[in-house]
């Protein structure tokens, strides 16, 4: 029996697990064809290759993928809420939950909702879960964020295209991570990025976007400053929103110049280095970015990390961002998936430009057109087809 909020009780990251397509291109190919130094990729925004979804992917398929080792973990029944942020909207009014709670054979009492604000609005639906459990201590939260960037072709974001899904359990005495409520936000109404909804890439104005997001790292850190006891330098290792790798090297620079950090500019670099490795090889994937960042430093980090903190700062353009943090529990390597994440990377099949062309340029029908999908992807899911204005998921 529920006897409410009990005083003490954490709540935070129990399971994490992530996923992305089956296909990349690398942006070295991307730079030949554009006649560009292949280094201004791989050096100046910092990123190597960039997930493309095949034909019969999509944000439901990345996200049942990601979930599916949770729930063969953890069971079926154990789900009672499925929160899904998203800027990839297949649908103004289903959530696109809805479908992943069929995939994965969810019990029919669990409530399945659907969250936007551009990058930031994973991490709204990690602090809800997170207030849903402290409110019901014996419920567990599934939260997924799965994404596809998507800007025009020849333009300056186009480099910084990519997609994947990440799916995180939230529990009372977390296993991985608790998530401490102490939180500073900041909220902009200007217009860096945004998507309107006869679109299907998205608007930037670039130079601008990495300004605002610099200035929000500040004010929510400033707020967040104003509500925890934690300083800068009680943090071993910091996550961030990850448009492209070299964002968030110089938004940790930034950091820690505001806090007058007495470390060295390496130290400072490796707080962060192992939280990008992933996303050098998947690009943008919007919600899930920060996450599978997590994901990278929890994978690839070669130290016992328990007990140490970690920053989190999330940002979504148009805009809102979020300061947190978290801590790493005692024997968190037992419940990592690196093994699975590590396997998906290497078995991605690269693709020429042409390729990347046309799978840039698959159809979307939108007249009501039936489209039959062949099966190309890796993933235990896939969009079978479109007909009527129905997506047609099954499993593989
Ligand atoms: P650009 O204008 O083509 O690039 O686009 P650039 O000319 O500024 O070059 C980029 C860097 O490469 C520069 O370094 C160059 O010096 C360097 P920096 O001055 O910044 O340190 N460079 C080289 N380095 C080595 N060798 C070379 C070389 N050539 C140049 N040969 C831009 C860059 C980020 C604007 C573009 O990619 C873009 O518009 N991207 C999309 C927007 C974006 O990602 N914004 C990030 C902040 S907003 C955000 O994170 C939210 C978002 O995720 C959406 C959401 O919330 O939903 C986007």
Not at 169 to 194: A, E, H, K
Not at 203 to 226: C, M, N, P, Q
Not at 356 to 372: I, K, M, R, V
């Amino acid at each position: 029996m529920s006897l409410g909020r009990s005083v003490g009780t954490s709540v935070g990251i129990d399971e994490i697990s992530f996923y992305t397509s089956s296909y990349y291109l690398d942006l070295r190919t991307l730079a030949e064809q554009q006649q560009t130094d292949p280094e201004k990729y791989y050096v100046g925004i910092g990123q190597e290759k960039m997930g493309m979804a095949a034909p019969d992917e999509d944000i439901v398929t990345m996200a049942a993928n990601a979930a599916l080792p949770i729930i063969e973990r953890i069971g079926r029944e154990a789900i009672d809420t499925i929160l899904f942020a998203t800027e990839t909207g297949i649908d103004q009014s289903k959530a696109a939950g809805v479908y992943v709670h069929r995939l994965l054979d969810l019990h029919s009492n669990c409530r399945v909702v659907e969250l936007k604000q551009a990058c930031y609005s994973a991490t709204a639906a990690l602090q809800m879960a997170c207030a849903l459990v402290a409110r019901r201590p014996e419920s567990k939260v599934l939260v997924i964020a799965s994404d596809i960037a998507r800007y025009d072709l020849d333009t300056p974001g186009e480099a910084t295209q990519g997609c994947g899904a990440v799916a995180m359990l939230i529990s009372q005495n977390p296993r991985i991570m608790t998530v401490s409520p102490d939180v500073g936000n900041y909220t902009d109404d200007v217009m860096d990025f945004w998507r309107p909804n006869y679109r299907s890439t998205a608007l930037v104005d670039g130079k601008y976007s990495t300004k605002i997001y610099l200035r929000s790292l500040k004010k929510a850190w400033e707020h967040f400053s104003e509500v925890s006891s934690l300083n800068f330098n009680d943090f071993s290792y910091f996550c961030y929103h990850l448009p492209f790798s070299r964002m968030a090297q110089k938004a940790h620079q930034h950091l820690a110049k505001l806090n007058r950090c007495p470390l060295t500019s390496e130290q400072v670099e490796l707080q962060i280095a192992d939280t990008l490795k992933y996303n050098q090889l998947i690009g943008n994937s919007y919600t899930a970015s920060i996450y599978i960042g997590l994901c990278s430093l929890l994978d690839n980090r070669d130290e016992d990390l328990a007990g140490k903190q970690i920053g989190f700062f999330s940002y979504g353009s148009g805009c809102v961002a979020e300061f947190f943090s978290g801590q790493i529990q005692a024997g968190y390597q037992s419940r990592l998936h690196t093994d699975r994440h590590q396997t998906l990377l290497s078995r991605r099949q690269e693709v020429s430009y042409d390729e990347y062309l046309s799978l840039y340029h698959y159809p979307d029908p939108q007249q009501g057109e039936s489209l039959d999908i062949p099966k190309t992807t890796q993933g235990r899911f896939r969009l079978a087809a479109i007909t009527h204005h129905k997506r047609e998921y099954i499993p593989c």
